[in-house]
Structure formats: C-alpha cells, structure tokens
C-alpha cells in the first residue's frame, strides 16, 4: 500500500513544486475539519434548553453630565439622551428587578455575585415560568440584529464542543453550562475592556473611527496575547485602545473557557448624540 | 496513517484559538474623560509655597476648561505624589495604576535668586512613557505663564494639537471711566490696561503675526481705526477716512485687514494693507454692511448686511467679490466669526428679546444654538485653536466676558465682579 | 518521513505565529530627547502712561457726545427714529424743516451726531447712526442748508441719552443730534 502511495507521491512530485504539495495537504486535512464539526460528532449530547439572553452594560455609563454648565440641562432632557440609545440597553435596566436577572453573568459586580444565591434559592416555579415568559416578550421586543444572532450561535457551538463548561464560574446559568456561558465570557470581555476605555472627544478631529484588535485570553481570565488587526490612524484613538487592552492584561473573572476576542472599536453611540 | 491523526488533533487544539474568534463591537468609551493626576510641584531646593499654588492653580483651571480631563482626587494620592524622582525610572508607576489614572503629571521648580527654573512631565502611567517634558526657564512672577504654557504642551500630548491657555484676551472696560482697551490672561488673571484715550474705544483685533492690536477709537473726533504694539506701547492711526473705520480684522497670516469704511456715505467693505491704504472693496451696496470675519484661507469674509431687510450673515468671495446669504432664520443676526479651523462660523441673534450665540456651517449646514441663560451674549471670538468661544454677557446692566467650549459646555466667567467689560477678542498663539 | 517533516514545519509555524502576535510594539521614542527646554521670552508690557490731561483739551479733540451736548443749541431739535430705521418720521421731517430755516439764517457749521438704541449689535448700531446723521443731512441739504456746513458722525449705541432698557428710553436713544462747530 505504501509502496503504491511513494509511487503516486513520486507522480505528483513530477508534476507539481513540493510547496504546493504542503499547501494541498494542509487543505486536506482543513476540509476533513468542515464535515466533522458540522456532523455534530464534537457537540455534547445533553441539549440546553433556548435561554434569552440579556446584555447587561453596566459599565458603559453615558457620558457625565453631558451639558455640564448649560442651562438646559435639566432632567429631562437627560433623559432623553438616555433614550437615544439602543433599546438594548433599555430592556436590561428594567429587568434589573426581576430576580431572574441574577443568573445574568455579570462577573464584573460581585454584589451582584452574593444576592444571586439568596435572590434564587426558593424559585416558585409558576412564577419563574411567567417570568420567563415576560422576559422571551422582552426579548422579542429587542430584535436583536441577525448577524449577531449568528454569531452567538457559533460561539455557542463552539462553547458545547470545548466540553464541560467551569462550573466555578461565579455567575451563570445555575447548572453553569449552555449558551449563557458562552455569552458571558464575550460579556465579561465587553465588560472589562469598555470600562478600561477612556477617550475624549475632545481629542478628536472627528467621530469617524475605527479599529479592530485581535485578543486571546487563557480560561483564567489572563491575556495570553493581542494583536491589531486594523489601526484607525488616529494617534489619540489607537493609543486610548492601546492602554485600554494593556489595562484589560487580567479580566479579574475566569471565563469559562479561553477565547479568541476581535474586537471592534468605534464611537458609533458618540455620533448618535 | 496514525501521524495523519496526530497530526490532526494537533491541529484541532489550535482551533478554538485561531479559527473561531469571538467578534465584539465596542461603539463608545466607558467614560469620555482621562483619569489624570495632577501632583503638585515640589521645590528642588528653597520651597516657596507661593509658586507651588500658583502653578498648581493654573494648571487646575487650564486642564479643567479643556474638558479632557478627570483630575484624581488628592486626598488618594499615594507616597509617590510626595517624591519629586521626574524620570520615569524614579516614578512609581504601579501606584498610579492602583488609583485608576491613566497620566499624571509631575513637576518641581527651582528658585535660584531672582531665576525660576521650572520643570514638568506629563508621562502615561499605562505604557510608562514620558508624553511630554519640558523645562522652562524664567523669572519669579512667571508661574502663570509657565504653567499655562505646560498646560498647553499637555493639550498637544494627548490631542495633537496645542491649547490656547497661553495666548491673550483684549477687551474694552469702562473701569477707568471711558471705554479703554485692556489686556488679559485666558484665565483672567492680570488685566492691564492699554490705551488712556478717555474717549471710546471699540472693537479689537490681534495681528496674528505680532504683538499688536487693532481697534477703534474716537480720540480724534472720528471713529478711527488704530493700531498699538502691545509691548512696546507705540501707536498709530491706520486709517482715518471720514465717517466709519471699524471692525479692522487682520487675514490669518496678517498680511491685510479687512475693515468697515463709510466714507461720510454708507458703509461697506474694505480691504486694506497693513499701511492703511485700500487695497480692494469688497462690497458696493446702499444697504449697511458691516463686522467682517476672514475665513482662515483668506479667499471669504463673512459679514453682516441688511440688504435684504433685516441684519444677516453674508459671505463675500474676494476674488469674484460674489454675495451669497448665509443665514436665514430669525429677524437679526450679527457679528460672525470665523473659525480658525473653518469648520463653524459663529454669529449672534436675537431670539425672545435677547442675543444668543449660534454656531453655522460655512457652507450653510448644521446651524445650531450655543447659549440658553438670561442675558445678551454678543462679540464671539474663536480661540487660536478653534476649542473655545469667547464673549460677553450683558445680564442685569453688567457687562462680563465668559468662555464656553464650541459645544457651549463648560461655560464661566473671565472678567472681575463690577467692570463693564465687552468686546473680547481672542490672540494667535503667543509664542 | 516526509510527514514528519511537513508535521514540524507546521507545529513551528503555529508557534511563531502565536509568538509574533505577543510582541507588542513600543512606538514612543527616547525620553530624554523629549524634554525640550523652554527660555520664557521677557515680556513687559509698556506701562500706560497716566499724565494729566488737562479737561478742556480733552474735550475740544475727544468729541464726547454727552460734552457735545453740553453745547447743544437749543433752536436746534433732535430727531428720532422708528426701531432699526433710518428714514424720517413725519414728526422728524417737521422738526427739521424749522432746523434748517435755523440754520439758513445763522450761517453756522454743524456736526450732525446719529445715535442708536442699546439692542443690537454695536458694529451694525455705528453703521445705523451713520445712515441716521446721513439721512439728515440729505434732508437739510435738499432744504438749501448748504452740505459744505453739515458733517456727520455716528456714535452707534455707545452715548445713550438715558441710560435705561425700557421702550421708552430706546425710543429716545434712537436719535440725530446737532452739535455747533466754531
């Protein structure tokens, strides 16, 4: 058999340069890579039910008191600053009182952390499940964009086939697995590195900007190593990234398992205003 | 076949950290300020408390108006804030981290008999860089000007473009009994006056090439235009046709003015040569034109007619000399001025039985209102840079000049309690 | 073996790779290059000069109008004018016609003074006063009072003749006076 594979080998040698030969197996083995992970063969058996997911920001604050100094600034109108924003930030902060929202994975808030115990230790279950209902409603509501539906479920795929999820996460699902895990761990990421982000607009010619930097952070919740993968050109805005992601070197939180994060950075919610 | 497989699950333990990356979109910053820690200057020798106070207040007030900024409380400094190591090798960098700032700022300064030596870093805490470090040189009593100079270097540290807290304000008080022309810091601080006409003086402009002035005065029985060095106090008319010679404005580079000349008729136009003769007419019209403002190329002058009834802002093209309207809302708009950036003409008009301060596009667009408090708000003037907006309010019978952000944030007031201070006009960078 | 070959080349290129994406880059240049020094230029600004003045001369050159109107004449009658106007009243045209006759007969020199209310903005209220003067003027002239004999100033908003923000002190603000010249 071998003695048939040296012979077409040595075909093939004649035929084609010996780079294109690596090139053609490292294909083979990438396309041998496709049909078993879509066969499902890596996923986990025990399937999780659909669980709604939140975004929680609440590091993200508006800006403070955006018209310092003018007389106009009264409530009102901040509230209407607050409506500006995306209705999905809206739907978070009022389900801030419901008491499901404690299995929201927000790593970041460990006061969050102790109540979640207390909040779910007797949940009634005709209330958690009218609860739930509420909540699939609120999220209907929310209509989230498609691509990053998209997203969440390949990041969930992926989650379910790095085996069992840690089930030391702090927050999280109560059985500390399925899609919330995964959620959480971009959440955390989101989380950490917005709060680290501080840039004025003051510093900048205009509000047109945008740069995408590639990070990988170990299970442990440390920055193994990051990368840019485009640079806006702005000095002020790629260096406020550059102490944003050296300030992010440890999340403070495990993730449940090591990620690779690409991150885009604009000030879309600065233009809105 | 058996290394194929190893192969292969080698390569499957890169994937999850190579091939599916989770993509995030962060579209603002957590907060729009930089944490920033302002330490006060130690003595390197003699300690006199009065230079530390002086630079220190300065430096407070300078980088709060920039807005930039989020200065760390003091009372949470660490031992760090009290060494006066300057290099970054003697900074200890991981306390400022501890305190969440993102840049702080270190200095000491030295008196050495009558010689002030000054010295002040602004260094990154995150990558432990040095931004900026400069070591000024001067006299005792310069504290002000070397802090405002420091704060200005801070600015183009972290923005790339320089702060103005160094440059000039002139403005017209009645302090003295007559309306005179008086100098300033940006901050305030050191009024000195200029002019001892007792008579009017009016409407200031700085050369944007040397310490000098233009204005307005009615010394000689006729409203004038004048010019004065600044330094040296020399003075000279620059033109004194008769009837109107007012509104003299220098071009960027300072090489003509524009000026409002009615010539004992109606009033229009002019531009003239830093001699005083008339180099062109702008416009030729039997309606008022008046107040111009150059674009900061110099091909445009924005000023004010009421050629189509009511005062509006118009623009004069200087080589076709064509008119075009460019405001339009409202019954009265006046004295526009023109971004030293281009990006925004600023003008008054009145609304509800008051003048606000309005911000319009040269091209027309994105007109908006600035000012919302009680008072009239009139004479706008961009600083060198094109960040803040100076003017002057006139609320219950008292004239005060403020300072407020092109956003009309972070407004306050300039000139002492009970003068009757108007007319400001903002310098060039003064160095 | 081939594979084995093909194997190491790969495994060391994925370590590279994760090596290379770890070094981060220092851009900032050398400190101590960067502390410039700054020389403060000595600045003194000219001391104004405070010597006495003496009132009379002060006066005669300086023009102030509330002098001015110390020597106003009292057979010449100020005019005043509607809000943002120029042209003259029905009232003004009357009170102009007996200046003229005035002026006609005592063969005087007379600046003629244009005046505004405080609202609006001081550069548009001096180019207001001067239409104001001019626009009398014109009418005098046209009565026969010769234009070698009229000159005109304007004073914007600068010399209120009350100093008030009501209707009624604007009304009066808004005005043209005559001053004789000798």
């Not at chain 2, 076949?1 to 910053?29: C, N, Y």
């Not at chain 2, 400094?77 to 190591?85: N, P, T, V």
């Not at chain 2, 006046?334 to 301060?357: C, L, N, Y």
Request: proline share 5%; glycine share 8%; with cysteine.
């Amino acid at each position: 058999m071998s003695e048939y594979y040296r012979h077409r080998l040595r075909q093939l040698q004649k035929l084609l340069e010996p780079g294109l030969r690596r090139m053609l197996l490292i294909s083979f083995v990438l396309h041998l890579i496709v049909p078993l992970l879509l066969s499902g063969v890596l996923k986990s058996t025990h399937k999780t039910p659909k669980v709604p997911v939140y975004r929680v920001n609440l590091v993200n604050k508006p800006v403070k008191d955006p018209r310092a100094g003018r007389p106009d600034a009264s409530p009102t109108k901040k509230k209407k600053t607050v409506k500006k924003k995306t209705v999905a930030k809206q739907i978070p902060l009022k389900a801030k009182k419901v008491p499901v929202k404690t299995k929201q994975t927000v790593k970041t808030k460990p006061v969050v952390k102790k109540t979640a115990p207390v909040k779910s230790a007797k949940p009634d279950k005709v209330a958690e499940s009218s609860l739930q209902k509420r909540l699939a409603e609120m999220q209907a509501e929310v209509g989230r964009k498609a691509q990053l539906d998209r997203l969440r479920a390949a990041l969930a795929a992926q989650q379910a086939d790095l085996g069992k999820p840690d089930l030391q996460a702090p927050v999280g699902e109560p059985d500390g697995k399925g899609e919330e895990a995964g959620i959480s761990s971009s959440r955390t990421v989101e989380g950490v590195i917005t709060k680290e982000w501080r840039l004025s607009q003051y510093q900048l010619p205009n509000l047109d900007l945008q740069a995408e930097v590639k990070v990988i952070y170990s299970a442990e919740g440390k920055m193994r190593t990051w990368e840019w993968v485009e640079k806006s050109g702005n000095a002020q805005f790629d260096d406020s990234l550059y102490r944003a992601i050296q300030k992010s070197r440890d999340l403070g939180v495990p993730l449940p398992a090591p990620g690779t994060f690409e991150i885009i950075f604009n000030l879309k919610d600065l233009q809105n205003r | 076949m058996s290394k194929i497989l190893s192969f292969l699950l080698l390569f499957a333990l890169f994937l999850p950290l190579s091939a599916q990356a989770v993509r995030i979109e962060i579209s603002a910053p957590g907060e729009q300020t930089i944490p920033l820690a302002l330490t006060r200057f130690l003595p390197m020798g003699k300690a006199t408390a009065d230079s530390a106070s002086e630079i220190d207040a300065v430096l407070n007030a300078d980088l709060d108006l920039s807005g930039l900024f989020e200065l760390a409380d003091r009372a949470a400094f660490l031992s760090d804030a009290e060494k006066l190591g300057l290099h970054s090798t003697q900074v200890d960098f991981a306390q400022w981290r501890l305190l969440g700032v993102d840049a702080v700022v270190k200095g000491g300064y030295r008196i050495d008999g009558e010689n002030l030596t000054i010295e002040a870093r602004l260094y990154d805490v995150v990558t432990r860089q040095l931004l900026t470090g400069r070591r000024y040189v001067g006299r005792i009593g310069d504290e002000r000007r070397i802090a405002h100079s420091f704060a200005d270097q801070i600015m183009l540290a972290l923005t790339g473009k320089k702060g103005p807290f160094n440059s000039r304000l002139a403005y017209i008080s009645t302090r003295s009994g007559h309306k005179e022309l008086y100098l300033m810091e940006v901050d305030g601080h050191n009024p000195v006056r200029l002019t001892d006409h007792r008579s009017i003086v009016l409407d200031p402009d700085f050369s944007p090439v040397r310490k000098e002035v233009v204005y307005t005065s009615y010394k000689k029985s006729n409203p004038d235009l004048y010019r004065k060095e600044i330094y040296t106090g020399s003075e000279a008319r620059l033109s004194q046709r008769p009837g109107l010679n007012t509104g003299g404005r220098y071009r960027a580079d300072g090489g003509e003015l524009a000026v409002t000349l009615s010539k004992g008729n109606n009033s229009d136009i002019y531009l003239l040569g830093t001699d005083g003769s008339i180099h062109k007419r702008l416009t030729t019209h039997w309606g008022i034109d008046v107040a111009p403002s150059w674009s900061p190329e110099g091909d445009k002058i924005a000023f004010v007619s009421d050629r189509r009834g009511n005062p509006h802002i118009f623009i004069v093209d200087i080589d076709s000399l064509k008119v075009e309207r460019l405001t339009f809302e409202g019954r009265y708009s006046a004295t526009p001025a023109w971004s030293p950036t281009g990006e925004w003409i600023a003008f008054t008009r009145r609304t509800e039985g008051q003048f606000d301060i309005f911000l319009i596009r040269p091209d027309g667009t994105g007109e908006h209102r600035l000012t919302f408090a009680p008072g009239t708000k009139e004479h706008p003037r961009f600083s060198p840079d094109g960040r803040f907006l100076v003017y002057s309010l006139d609320f219950e019978r008292e004239k005060s000049i403020h300072v407020m952000r092109i956003d009309g944030t972070g407004d306050r007031r300039l000139s002492a309690p009970g003068g009757n201070d108007t007319h400001p006009a903002w310098s060039g960078y003064w160095q | 073996m081939q594979f084995k070959a093909v194997l190491k080349l790969t495994v060391l290129l994925a370590l590279a790779s994760l090596l290379s994406v770890g070094c981060a880059k220092n851009p900032k240049a050398d400190e101590a290059s960067q502390v410039a020094q700054t020389e403060m230029q000595q600045e003194k600004i000219a001391e104004v000069s405070e010597q006495a003045v003496s009132e009379q001369g002060s006066m005669s050159e300086g023009g102030m109008a509330h002098d001015s109107m110390g020597k106003m004449i009292s057979s010449l009658t100020r005019v005043n004018f509607e809000y943002d106007q120029y042209v003259l009243t029905a009232d003004a045209r009357e009170t102009l016609k007996k200046n003229a006759s005035y002026l006609k007969a005592k063969g005087v020199r007379v600046q003629i003074e244009g005046h505004c209310d405080e609202r609006g903005s001081d550069e548009y209220n001096l180019a207001l006063g001067e239409n104001r003067a001019l626009t009398v003027k014109k009418f005098l002239v046209s009565l026969g009072v010769p234009a070698e004999r009229l000159s005109i100033i304007s004073y914007g908003e600068e010399v209120p003749l009350v100093m008030s923000n009501t209707e009624e002190a604007w009304s009066q603000n808004r005005r043209a006076e005559f001053k004789e010249l000798n």
